[in-house]
């Protein structure tokens, strides 16, 4: 059954072709968790003055029993908001499905490190673990407070596990700065 979706446009004229990209991404969403009751996507512009601002993009998807929300995917180019959200969503879609079954990975205890590389332009960044390790981390993987709150030398706790290159953070806490 096709997903219920409703598109808001702010301060921005969708496209066409930026309608049907969402609305393909919306039907997608479908493969990873069929029991999905409705999807509003708010596609928000940079405004008339600002060229160089972000489009920002929510999502918010209704399933049995919960709401997921995909907040604050940014970007100076239209798709890669609109790709980002949908990769987002695409990831709590997934976790929710795991919870369902009953198939929720089980972590070791949440690590500790410190931030050492940042790259915010580009949505990632590294952690220091107390024993040299290096792990990467990514926007999403850090819970609120937020990907924006993170500097050089702000402790988290952190599940890791195994990713594509490297080990790699699934989910971050931050839990102190060193005050620099």
């Not at 708010?42 to 008339?48: D, L, W």
């Not at 690590?111 to 590389?117: I, L, P, T």
């Amino acid at each position: 059954m096709p997903v219920p979706l409703q598109i808001t446009a702010r301060d921005v004229s969708l496209s066409e072709a930026a309608e049907v990209e969402i609305r393909a991404k919306a039907a997608d969403l479908e493969t990873y968790y069929d029991g999905i009751t409705g999807c509003r996507v708010v596609v928000e512009g940079p405004g008339r003055h600002h060229r160089t601002a972000p489009f920002t993009l929510r999502i918010d998807l209704r399933v049995p029993g919960a709401e997921l929300v995909v907040d604050r995917q940014a970007n100076t180019d239209l798709y890669v908001a609109i790709r980002d959200g949908f990769d987002a969503a695409r990831r709590r879609l997934e976790d929710y499905a795991r919870r369902q079954r009953g198939t929720v990975k089980s972590h070791q205890d949440a690590g500790r490190a410190r931030v050492s590389q940042l790259f915010p332009e580009k949505g990632y960044g590294f952690l220091e673990t107390p024993d040299g390790r290096e792990i990467y981390f990514h926007r999403h993987s850090v819970l609120h407070p937020g990907f924006e709150r993170l500097t050089i030398g702000t402790e988290v706790r952190f599940a890791e596990e195994a990713g594509d290159k490297g080990p790699q953070a699934s989910t971050m806490t931050i839990i102190g700065t060193t005050g620099r």
